[in-house]
């Protein structure tokens, strides 16, 4: 409440032209950001949806073009006993979707047990990819788990360990072909900076919502 009555509203009440200009609106949403990053991420998508229109287009085409006009879904899945996990992916293949995430983080040995049967159900031309939340903080056994997922063919590993902690994740790189993906232990440019240069990551799940907008 306190952020919209005192950077929201004002704003948006006075609307100055000032704020259709790049630096000044990127200013303004990180002022909201650091603090509502959801709310920063609803207003930016707000004024890009105005500005498309205002200009009668869609905002893809005001923003260079869109660069494909399919995208393959990706549908996520929480490990429970294995007749529930079993009946969800199979309602999602059902819904035709060929990429899945699987929410795991129940134990090294059960994850790599319940992907093999995954694995087995889906067939082999589903993509699969795992997120363990920062579950884990043995790099050792993360990275015997990695090389079951590696042999079955998981595609990604997204936040195997705590968050932020560069250094086992780059320890986790080192053991593992399998690559490593990194979402809520990016929140800023200054994280992303810090995790290449640590070279802690092999891709980035990026979240809107969660970092403030396109603009930011």
Known sequence: ASVLAKRVLPVLQAMSPAYEEPLARREWLSSIAAT???LAHALDS???DLWGKQSDAPVASLLGGARRSRIQVTEQVFIHDWETTAAKVAAILGRGTRRI???IGMGCER????MRHIRDLVGPDVSLQVDANHAYRDVAQVAALCHHLEAIGVEAFEEPLAVR???SLRALRAETRLPIMLDESILCEDDLSQAIAAQALDALNIKLARVGGLTL
Not at 111 to 114: E, Y
């Open 36 to 38: 509502a990053p959801s």
């Open 46 to 48: 707000a004024l890009y």
């Open 101 to 103: 995430k699987v929410k």
């Open 111 to 114: 994850d790599a047990l319940m």
């Open 165 to 167: 902690d560069w250094a």
